[in-house]
């Protein structure tokens, strides 16, 4: 049995221009222990899925259970195993411990007693917040507060995780402990729907991406076949000093073309896009590489961004 099985979801809304379609005919499902990136532009019908899945909001047509339990007909039953953890810094109780609001939400699941302590600083621990549990949440940064909101999320250990982009204006360092706190709850057999805008989350760690187009599922790929889609592979940006060279010249081909060259001050840089690394492409690189003296070069693999600003381009295009 799948943890999320989803078929011919839909869903419209009525608005003073008619009716809208958010989401239509989707069909999305998750095993235990799988990860799944959900991918789509602003208005793709997302975070209605999500809400679907977690019973906030009832499809139009179509059918989504949980471990079996219709979301529409069985909801107690649907929430009992799905935990649903919205990005931002709202919905704690600030001056409480993060201690507090973890046992405040641990017993509205039906914790009590000493499974409900001993859950609540598991959740502590498992998310890294033990040194400062102690203390009111209006303390916290957002990061922290984030992870807080996770704690919360697998204090009753679900075995749906949904994820709404729990990254979100974090820096750096919190955003790699939410990934790292992810990536445990995966491994250890949740299965996990994670929407993000941050395509570092879900490159680091999504098993299978599902893009969503218009309301509908335009890709549904183990992560390395979707990225086999993208038109580059790797960007190649080369940075020189002097005159920039006479691109007319450059011995392109079609595995290798130049995307943008440009003149700055004592120098130039030229930006150019490999298809893939075969000889031709490396031969082409090279045909820059005489009497110009190079300040640097950068390379950069392609992946979800690029991949992603080609969805964007196909926007106003109807999906296949």
């Known amino acids: 049995m799948n943890v999320l099985e989803a078929r011919g979801v839909?869903?419209?809304?009525?608005?003073?221009?008619?009716?809208?379609?958010?989401l239509g005919e989707v069909d999305l499902s998750l095993e235990a222990g799988e990860l799944v990136g959900l991918l789509g532009l602003n208005g793709a019908g997302k975070t209605t899925l999500l809400k679907i899945a977690s019973t906030l909001l009832l499809p139009s047509s179509g059918t989504v259970r949980v471990c079996g339990h219709d979301v529409v007909t069985r909801p107690r039953e649907a929430q009992r195993r799905l935990a649903l953890v919205l990005g931002g810094d709202r919905g704690l109780y600030a001056r409480l411990s993060a201690r507090d609001n973890l046992r405040f939400f641990a017993s509205l699941a039906g914790l009590r007693g000493a499974p409900l302590k001993r859950a609540a600083d598991e959740a502590i621990g498992f998310v890294g917040l033990d040194a400062a549990a102690g203390r009111p949440v209006e303390t916290y940064s957002k990061g922290m507060r984030q992870r807080l909101h996770l704690a919360i999320g697998m204090v009753t250990r679900p075995q749906l995780l949904l994820l709404d982009e729990p990254t979100v204006g974090l820096d750096w360092t919190e955003a790699v402990k939410i990934r790292a706190a992810v990536a445990r709850m995966r491994d250890e057999g949740t299965a996990v729907l994670l929407t993000s805008h941050y395509l570092q989350d879900i490159e680091q760690l999504a098993d299978r991406v599902v893009v969503l187009h218009q309301g509908r599922v335009l890709h549904d790929l183990p992560l390395p076949h979707l990225l086999a889609r993208a038109r580059t592979a790797a960007v190649v940006e080369l940075t020189g000093?002097?005159?920039?060279?006479?691109?007319?010249?450059?011995?392109?081909?079609?595995?290798?073309?130049?995307?943008?060259?440009?003149?700055?001050?004592?120098?130039?840089?030229?930006?150019?896009?490999?298809?893939?690394?075969?000889?031709?492409?490396?031969?082409?690189?090279?045909?820059?590489?005489?009497?110009?003296?190079?300040?640097?070069?950068?390379?950069?693999?392609?992946?979800?961004?690029?991949?992603?600003?080609?969805?964007?381009?196909?926007?106003?295009?109807?999906?296949?």
């Open 10 to 22: 839909s869903r419209s809304f009525r608005t003073r221009a008619g009716e809208v379609t958010a």
């Open 241 to 320: 000093n002097g005159a920039l060279p006479d691109i007319d010249a450059f011995p392109g081909c079609d595995d290798a073309w130049i995307e943008r060259a440009e003149e700055h001050a004592g120098g130039w840089t030229i930006r150019i896009n490999l298809r893939s690394w075969t000889p031709d492409a490396l031969r082409a690189l090279i045909g820059l590489w005489p009497d110009r003296q190079i300040a640097a070069v950068h390379v950069t693999p392609s992946g979800l961004h690029e991949l992603f600003t080609e969805l964007a381009a196909e926007r106003k295009q109807p999906v296949p």
